[in-house]
């Protein structure tokens, strides 16, 4: 079991409260090399002249992961509409590179027509994160051409518009479910969309961003005290996912309905027509 550490940081900014990327390939630890190459080769192999770029994103990029038990989440632009493109690889390629290499929990695959990354007029993640929180480790860069990004209700929103929807497919997912990798993965995903929800609550009061689960664990819990237990106890769930679908459901009955409660006052507040991607504050 990995004990909570205060591990993580509030993402820097400029003078003008615009996110700065942390992110550098000569950060990424050793271990972690030898994978991005054989995962670059992969995409390379299988997409060919549809592969524009390549990117690493997340805690790896940024000097923080942390050997067996950080993902290494990967991103491909490609030129073509991704509807189009033959995914059938993904899957067992993932299981042959989770299996050979035990310096990561978990490698991710996915796949962004490049058309979909440049709109650039409203708020979306993908964009968000390769400005941000990605390096570039193959074809042309796109970050020098996508908008800057401050930590504010368009970022928040993205956290909390769907956030009703994410908690009752988990249950969804959970509920008489017996394949134990299957609970362990949801539990793990829905228990980090529920620490990163508690950061939006109060982003349009600190201004901050991070996507480290301590530091938003903490900062929420300064501002909902009530609530840290149960806050903490999904950051334990996020990082030490367990198989009772029965205490996950509960949890998420419990927290779960309590957050999206809040979420859903923040809402009216800050986004009154539920617009799923706000307009960027340039």
């Known amino acids: 079991m990995t004990n909570i550490k205060n591990i993580g940081r509030f993402c820097p900014v400029d003078e003008n409260g615009f996110i700065l990327n942390d992110a550098s390939f000569k950060k ?58 033959d995914n059938g690889w993904v899957d067992k390629v993932e299981k042959e590179l989770n299996n050979k290499f035990s310096c990561v929990n978990g490698v991710e695959f996915s796949f962004y027509h490049i058309d979909d990354i440049v709109e650039t007029t409203t708020f979306s993640i993908i964009p968000f994160m390769i400005k941000t929180h990605s ?3 193959y074809g042309d860069d796109l970050s020098a051409h996508l908008p800057n990004y401050k930590a504010d209700k368009t970022l928040g929103n993205e956290h909390l518009m769907n956030l009703k929807n994410q908690i009752e497919q988990a249950k969804e997912d959970l509920d008489g479910n017996d394949d134990l990798e299957d ?46 237990f149960e806050m903490k106890q999904a950051l334990q769930y996020a990082i030490n996912p367990v198989g009772n679908v029965y205490e996950l459901i509960i949890f998420l009955d419990d927290m779960g309905n309590w957050l999206i409660s809040e979420s859903e006052k923040w809402l009216q507040v800050h986004n009154p027509k539920k617009v799923s991607h706000m307009e960027l504050n340039f």
Request: include cysteine; proline fraction near 4%.
């Open 135 to 137: 390096v570039c480790v």
């Open 183 to 228: 609970i362990l993965d949801c539990c793990g995903w829905i228990m980090k969309i529920i620490v990163r929800a508690g950061l939006a609550l109060v982003i349009e009061k600190e201004y901050q961003y991070t996507r480290d689960l301590f530091p938003a664990y903490k900062i929420f819990s300064a501002y909902y005290p009530e609530k840290e």
């Open 28 to 85: 990424i630890k050793p271990d972690f090399k030898v994978l991005i190459e054989e995962v670059t080769q992969y995409y390379q192999t299988h997409l060919g002249l549809d592969l524009h770029s390549i990117y690493i994103r997340g805690s790896v990029p940024r000097g923080l992961g942390i050997k067996g038990v950080s993902d290494l989440d990967t991103l491909a632009i490609t030129n073509k509409a991704t509807k189009e493109i």
